[in-house]
């Protein structure tokens, strides 16, 4: 398919409470590459198989949580238009200049109306992915060191005003239904999966009394294999594991979710189906269905997947 | 390492943790129904308790769960604390109520 508009979720910023023991967790047992480091003492990562410099950055705070999320757009033009959209649907929405963040163009930021920042950007420095662009070699040791995900693949948030958020992002800039789970009255939805490519999804949120809310950053692995793979990582490692390996009902991806040592979930992933804009019909599920929507071979409703975020 | 005798006051149950322990993983290991474990990284407060007596080794811990007032009067999170003799505490986070009553009523999204 043809990709224009907002192409893929391109960074995180998360805060955690020890530097030092975040970065050794997402070095050495997730098993990002750290790109750099900046004045602010904020560390850079990307995932061995990203091209762009950095996708997921640690910043030391008082306390746990998100900064921003951000997505990367076409080229500078599709920036410049998505940033008047914005301002015409009435968001205000904030330019903060290139260099800003290591080796990133200029970014457009908003806050959306479940209290997270979003940030869209088109330019960041490409590093490559170690394997070469003239016949490339298929791995590198960065493939294989820790968990080793392949991309930065979405985010679960948590807020109020699910329904604004579906209509700015479907709207403005460009997603589409997915998947939602419905209220129990059924006349809205609590939770929404959208995308914005074919990729089953790109970003998610659920309703929540407090804004501004993580549920999850989620990491990308290509096989089952590599999930239970993952699972044998955290354990070796003492990382405290939520949920999982088990198949989410929801995007039939297979999943486990655990937290850093500042408590942000992350989640590593890996399958779903390959949606495409023109499936107009969202998949749905009932509220009271929701745990199999969740963890598809026990069919449970983890409490803790309700409740503890960041 | 050595090991200490957590008491919560409100059950009365004693529990033992080791000193390169946190607290919530050691009343984790009592094995009792509905000890909420959560993120154990010092982010989602609902291990927070109140030490009433005894020492401690702290980690850094979330101040939109632990205000500077809560850590003066020893409120503060089980997940981020190793005790260094044994301690007395009584839960005040999430947890209360599972560990006090047993049940947890079930509601989406809190
Ligand atoms: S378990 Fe989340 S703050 Fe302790």
Known sequence: MAMTGVLRPGHAQIRVLDLEEGVRHYRDILGLVETGRDAQGR??????????????????????????FGFKVLDTATLNKLDADLQAYGVKTERIPAGDMLETGERVRFEIPSGHLIELYAEKTSVGNGCGLVNPVAWTADSERGIAPVRLDHALLYGPNVAAVQKLFTEVLGFYLVE?????????????WLSCGHKVHDIAFAEYPEPGKLHHCSFLLETWEEVLRAGDIMSVNKTPVDIGPTRHGVTRGCTIYAWDPSGNRFETFMGGYQPYPDYKEALTWTFDNFGQGLDYPQRKLHETFLTVVS | MSAFQIRIIE??????????????????????????????????????????????ERKVMSRSHVSEEDEKNGRVLACRISPSSDLELRVIGGMKRSVCKQESEKSFLK
């Open chain 1, 180 to 192: 939602r789970v419905l209220t129990p009255d059924g006349a809205g939805n609590v939770a929404i």
């Open chain 1, 43 to 68: 560390v850079y990562f990307k995932c061995w198989d990203e091209r762009d410099h950095n996708s997921f950055i640690l910043r030391q705070a008082d306390c746990a949580g998100l900064d921003f």
């Open chain 2, 11 to 56: 059950t009365g149950e004693c529990f033992p943790c080791d000193s390169d322990q946190s607290v919530l993983e050691g009343m984790v290991k009592l094995g009792k129904r509905g000890i909420p474990a959560g993120c154990r990284g010092g982010a989602c407060g609902v291990c927070k308790v109140e030490v009433v007596s005894g020492s401690l």
